[in-house]
């Protein structure tokens, strides 16, 4: 399987750890994700897996009392070496992650992208997709965002959450230069892309669909002040009163 395949997990990958396994070797699985880049699995699994480890060993210790044992936060690296060996060093990948980030090139992008997908990570390419767009007067436009910085189970988008990327489809028979679908990146090197289409956002000419339109019309506000205009649906809505228990 490569990075840009689709798979689908049957599970979400955030409950794995409730799953009975056999026991296996630490180390060798922490080599693994080092040898071969798996960053966010390191992560999630140092914080998921490991530090549950190590506080589970912590309980059974008879020579650690309950007034004795530490956090999370407590354990230190002498730990963590003694529980996963020589792949103890990528336990610090996450805390390094941002002092040693080294943005991916378009060429070491492009391998990750899907057929089919446009995708638009700078000033340029906005403006070719752009153009694109604002000559497609005779059709809907179909517009989703995803965000960042919001809790949505306890705050609203007015003033809470950033666009991270958005996704524009406008029909099969539009090319962008790698397919029908447009992604714009606006998250990390990218942070700014978004602002380019602005204009685009703002127009009347343009008949937009959304799914949530409140939601993505505040934050996309919150990011780069864009007035969302040329409201022509919700498909969440819509949704809802072709079937009410939805």
């Not at 309980?59 to 963590?80: A, G």
Request: aromatic share 10%; with cysteine; charged share 30%.
């Amino acid at each position: 399987a490569a990075l840009k395949d689709d798979l689908h997990l049957t599970v979400p990958f955030s409950s794995l750890h409730n799953f009975h396994h056999d026991s296996f070797d630490q180390s060798k699985l922490m080599e693994f994700l080092q040898k071969y880049e798996f960053k966010a699995i390191q992560s999630l699994y140092t914080k998921e897996y490991g530090i549950q480890f190590l506080k589970k060993k912590q309980n059974n210790s008879s020579s650690l009392s309950k007034s004795k044992r530490k956090t999370e936060d407590e354990i230190d690296d002498n730990e963590l070496s003694e529980s996963f060996g020589e792949a103890a060093d990528v336990i610090e990948v996450e805390e390094q992650e941002e002092e040693n980030y080294l943005p991916l090139s378009d060429e070491q992008f492009s391998v990750l992208i899907p057929p089919g997908v446009t995708v638009v990570r700078n000033k340029s390419q906005a403006l070719a997709a752009k153009k694109i767009l604002l000559s497609l007067t005779d059709r809907y436009h179909a517009i989703d965002t995803e965000t960042y910085g919001i809790d949505v189970k306890k705050e609203s988008p007015g003033g809470h959450g950033m666009v991270m990327c958005a996704s524009i489809f406008c029909g099969p028979d539009v090319d962008f230069g790698n397919g029908p679908m447009l992604w714009i990146d606006n998250l990390d090197e990218c942070e700014g892309t978004l602002k380019e289409f602005k204009d685009y956002f703002e127009t009347t000419n343009i008949k937009k669909v959304w799914h949530n339109y409140s939601f993505d019309r505040h934050v996309l506000y919150n990011t780069d002040q864009i007035n969302c205009l040329g409201f022509a649906g919700d498909t969440m809505h819509m949704a809802r009163l072709d079937d009410t228990s939805r």
